[in-house]
């Protein structure tokens, strides 16, 4: 991808920044004191290469490039399993091909980034049927839930496609096993709620016809109370494993298996269409297309008590959809006015989760200004809309009622990405403007003129008329007309029970005066009633349309009305935001084992206390920890380093015979090897001797938390000195080893340099020299565009990341004996610093630079930020014949793409890669199998990261083409055009090309 100076250069300080901390770490790694020498972490650039570093298969990253250029995600999953049949990645076993070729699988269908390929699937084996034939067993654990029921059907799917192919029987359940998996399924869904519990028919034609045994590891601690002590299955335990693949997976995802058991042509199938087919249960909301128009009350489920409900099903208040972006919304983000945020009780504030009724599950809240407030009624009896804060935390204490939640700012790629079919939304400004708006009108009087001259009327002049009935419309003129009256500028009327009901669903602004109601701006309201300005009934009333509202209102006005009402949506409160340190429980400062020696919690100083016999010294205790042994002196001891300065490594020993194995498998017993044993350690030996390497105080640590015991394989023993570390800055470490602080992630692409609290100078060192209009950054309200590996952190987290750079330097400098890294002693000295962004249940961590501070307890960061970047284009500088509809003209791809790509509204495909519609229509010449030229319209632009090489075309007529290596290509074959990939091409192919207005044939 070409790119400007300027991003060249912040790619290339990312690059340059992640190997400096890299070699850094290398360096303390070299020290000895860690489990490992060598940094973990692998570097990945795109979704291939994430899978290889996930699984550890050397070459399943290029082979995974190559049929993603020649078909779809879903496919590549299922045709990988041939190259494992076919032992091309180094497989020995039947069991290990299966087990590689179903993680192979789910890894790509996750984008390499859960934890589902390597923890959610605990094995892969193979059974017996009871005619002696072997079938295929996979053993699903509760990870497993991260995949998604569409990847976990699809491992599945991939099993029974390998088992197949390498000659395999399928499963054939026995009777009792059949109704082991009923109970099981419905006992699961009992403890934990499964999205879709399938009928027993369901349950029934699942086990019965799937040819892939789904097993499972026991995750509850309740036990099935019939179907015991069955001869195939491991458990009585309930396995939830496996009720979320039957359940989620095969049941709720039916129809998209036997979409790809349809083009893959795969055998053994069929029963899954008759499942569909026979009353449909197996289909979600998702699929069912008519349920796009009927009210969903999914989201008011499982419903916890203190979390309020803010609108009903598609009901009347709701909030009102509309469609559109702001620079903080999209990415499941969807936006409210901060008016309504404060009228709904201050229940939601940025990043509070919201359960809503469509399209998606839920969407994280942040405030847009720019958008339609609540409309309320007071306890005086005056209506109003509330666009303003500071008007609605004025208001709050004085608000009887809300009649109106404002509107929900939701983007189209919302419904896209969930594959939902596309509302009706509210009207709006933008929506008005397009119709041919000129401006926005400065009076109600202007919005009648703009009216009268063809315009739709002005969203905000027009009244949820489609919230009433026409008779409600009606009676309203007529009470208008037989008791209204116009004084001083102010239409009045009779304050009646009916006519005040109707108003205020029509959300027309208006208070009380006496017995009267008072309604300042009437002009819109009388011509949509069909009175005159003396309140007199014209004569449209005589033959007025009763069936629809709208009709109505537009024959007695004249005007053209759109809906201000669309499509309301339903919502409630979630998960509320959050902005902390993540920390287990109890949570400790070190990885370093104290048994119960430790009390509750887990204190280093009440061990070093401890006394097992009143005659012994304190601070001994008896631990499990792993077994290493040192390669130089061949001391066994629990330590990373020797005392004779060498790097220790883990033993591994079988449990059953106790020999040392050096492979994860004892072949003599089949049992799998541990790193495991007994030690007496002197806690408090221990513990002064590492305050005395550090040089701290006793004093200086009033608490020390350690952990009970080590459940990892190697049980490695951390050194103490980084607990104390920690406990200095008040830190605790997670089970892996790392800090972590959790935040809502909100997407971003614009920001000021007054919103962040950095100063101009520092942002001009980063790179942001210049804002969105091209103008030199010298003020702080100018609107900057946020970088791609750019965030925003809390205010809060900018404090935390504080102690843990305080606690990365004093480990550097008096642990590891190096320089410190980070010097910072206030959150501004760590912008520009690179961090890693890790989301919930995934295992790849992305880079970013840290830019900034948020007073909202959220994360800010670009979409882009959430997405890979590897495609296959042209080169940029290929030449594309295009129509603008008055002419064709001939310009470079990248100029092309560059001049029409919409930044505000980009879409995400399968492969990450964004892309966004034209800014106008263009057309281009295309071409069919048989060689016919048409014009299609182009639908997308999209710009894509390009690989190290090009192949570069010259035909026999002079026509010169680059393009990458995987890019499709028309080869003539006899009368018809074929597609091919472009390293297919070779010389002496025929290829089609245009001249004239005619294809005809050319020799590359």
């Keep these: 991808m070409e790119v400007s100076p300027a991003i060249e250069r912040y790619f290339e300080n990312l690059a340059a920044g992640l190997d400096s901390a890299m070699a850094l770490a290398a360096a303390a790694r070299a020290r000895g004191l860690d489990p490992r020498t060598e940094i973990e972490i692998p570097v990945a650039s795109d979704l291939a290469d994430r899978v290889e570093a996930l699984l550890g298969y050397p070459g399943i990253a290029a082979r995974i490039r190559e049929l993603e250029a020649e078909m779809s995600r879903e496919e590549a999953a299922l045709r990988i399993g041939d190259d494992f049949a076919a032992r091309m990645f180094g497989e020995t076993t039947t069991e290990e091909i299966l087990d590689h070729a179903i993680r192979g699988a789910m890894a790509l269908l996750t984008e390499g980034v859960v934890a589902a390929p390597t923890e959610g699937i605990a094995k892969v084996s193979l059974g017996k049927n009871d005619d002696g034939t072997d079938y295929l067993k996979i053993y699903y ?9 569409t990847a976990q059907a699809l491992s599945v799917l991939v099993g029974d496609y390998v088992r197949q192919a390498l000659g395999i029987n399928r499963y054939v359940p026995r009777p009792e096993e059949v109704e082991r998996y009923i109970e099981e399924i419905r006992q699961y869904n009992n403890i934990m709620s499964l999205q879709y519990l399938p009928s027993e028919k369901e349950l029934r034609t699942i086990i019965t016809n799937c040819p892939v045994c789904i097993d499972g590891e ?6 099935v109370s019939g179907y015991r002590n069955l001869e195939r299955v491991e458990t009585n335990t309930v396995r939830g494993g496996m009720a979320l693949v039957v359940a989620e997976g095969l049941a709720l995802k039916a129809p998209k298996i036997v979409k790809n058991v349809k083009k893959m042509k795969m055998a053994g199938w069929d029963w899954l269409e008759e499942m569909i087919g026979g009353g449909g249960a197996a289909k979600s909301d998702d699929d069912d297309k008519g349920a796009a128009v009927k009210p969903k009350d999914k989201y008011l489920r499982d419903l916890i008590g203190g979390r309020p409900v803010f609108s009903y099903p598609m009901r009347k208040g709701g909030f009102r959809l509309r469609l559109g972006r702001s620079r903080n919304t999209g990415f499941a983000a969807a936006g409210l006015n901060p008016a309504t945020m404060h009228i709904l009780g201050d229940f939601l504030a940025v990043g509070t989760q919201m359960k809503i009724e469509r399209p998606g599950k839920a969407a994280g809240i942040v405030p847009v200004d720019s958008i339609q407030g609540p409309t309320v009624k007071l306890r005086s009896g005056e209506v109003r809309r509330v666009d303003d804060a500071a008007e609605a935390r004025r208001i709050a204490g004085q608000v009887d009622e809300i009649l109106d939640d404002g509107e929900i700012l939701i983007s189209f790629g919302e419904f896209m990405e969930n594959n939902h079919p596309l509302m009706p939304p509210c009207y709006c400004e933008e929506w008005w403007r397009l119709e041919g708006g000129p401006r926005h009108p400065a009076s109600e009087l202007e919005a ?4 009268l001259d063809g315009i739709p009327l002005h969203p905000d002049y027009t009244y949820l008329w489609d919230d009433v009935a026409p008779a409600d419309i009606a009676l309203l003129a007529d009470r208008i007309s037989a008791g209204g009256r116009i004084e001083g500028g102010v239409l009045t009327l009779p304050d009646t029970p009916e006519a005040k009901a109707i108003l205020e669903e029509l959300l027309v602004p208006h208070r009380l005066s006496g017995d009267r109601i008072a309604i300042p701006g009437y002009l819109v309201l009388l011509a949509c009633l069909g009175l005159t300005l003396h309140l007199d009934k014209r004569p449209a009333w005589e033959n007025a349309p009763l069936e629809n509202s709208l009709d109505l209102v537009m024959h007695l006005s004249g005007f053209s009305i759109r809906s201000r009402a669309g499509t309301r949506v339903g919502g409630r409160m979630g998960r509320p935001g959050k902005s902390k340190q993540r920390e287990m429980k109890p949570p400790p400062h070190s990885l370093f084992p104290i048994g119960d020696e430790g009390g509750s919690r887990r204190s280093f100083q009440a061990a070093c206390a401890s006394r097992p016999r009143s005659n012994t010294d304190g601070g001994v205790i008896e631990v499990d920890v ?17 005392d004779c300065g060498a790097h220790t490594r883990p033993v591994l020993r079988c449990p059953k015979c106790n020999q040392e194995i050096g492979k994860d498998m004892c072949p003599r017993c089949s049992v799998a090897t541990v790193c495991l044993q007994k ?11 590492a305050l005395a390497n550090l040089g701290v105080r006793e004093s200086a640590i009033p608490l020390l938390k350690g952990v009970k015991g080590l459940i990892s394989r190697e049980r490695p023993v951390e050194p103490i000195e980084k607990g104390i570390l920690r406990a200095l800055q008040n830190l605790y470490v997670f089970k892996d080893g790392t800090v972590r602080y959790d935040m809502i992630d909100l997407p971003l ?6 919103e962040i609290g950095v100063p101009i100078e520092r942002l001009r060192e980063l790179g942001y020299t210049h804002d969105i209009y091209g103008r030199e950054l010298v003020e702080t309200d100018q609107v900057l565009e946020l970088r791609h590996q750019d965030i925003l952190v809390s205010e809060d987290c900018g404090e935390w990341l504080v102690r843990v750079a305080k606690f ?14 980070y010097r910072a002693e206030q959150p501004l000295d760590l912008v520009g610093h690179l961090l890693m962004g890790l989301a919930p249940h995934t295992s790849a961590g992305v880079l970013v630079r840290l830019i900034g501070f948020s007073k909202a307890g959220v994360g800010y960061g670009h979409p882009f930020f959430h997405a890979a970047k590897r495609r296959n284009c042209f080169a940029g500088d290929t030449e594309i ?15 092309f793409v560059v001049e029409n790509f919409d930044l505000s509204n980009p879409g995400l495909d399968r492969a990450g890669t964004f892309y966004s519609d034209p800014r106008q229509p263009f057309y281009a010449r295309s071409i069919d199998p048989q060689g016919l030229v048409g014009v299609k319209k182009i639908t997308s632009v999209s710009i894509h990261r390009a690989p190290a090489h090009l192949i570069r075309f010259v035909t026999g007529r002079g026509k010169v083409l680059s393009v990458t290596p995987d890019h499709a290509m028309l080869v003539w074959d006899t009368d018809y055009l074929r597609k091919i990939r472009a390293l297919e091409v070779k010389i002496g192919d025929r290829v089609p090309v245009e001249e004239g207005g005619l294809v005809i044939s050319d020799v590359v």
Excluded at 218 to 223: C, F, G, I, M, N
């Design 626 to 642: 792993g077994e290493r042994r040192c390669p130089s002196c061949g001391t066994f001891t629990y330590k990373n380093l020797c």
């Design 218 to 223: 026991p995750t509850e601690q309740q036990e």
């Design 448 to 451: 009648i003129e703009f009216a």
């Design 881 to 895: 014949v295009v129509s603008d509809g008055r002419q064709w003209v001939t310009v470079p791809i990248r100029q």
């Design 749 to 754: 692409t614009h920001f000021r340099p007054d």
């Design 679 to 689: 030690v007496s350690i002197n806690v408090r030996i221990e513990y002064a001797a």
């Design 808 to 821: 990365i330097d004093d480990l550097l400098v008096r642990v590891y004996g190096l320089e410190p890294f």
């Design 141 to 149: 654990a509760g990870p497993i839930r991260s995949a998604g029921g």
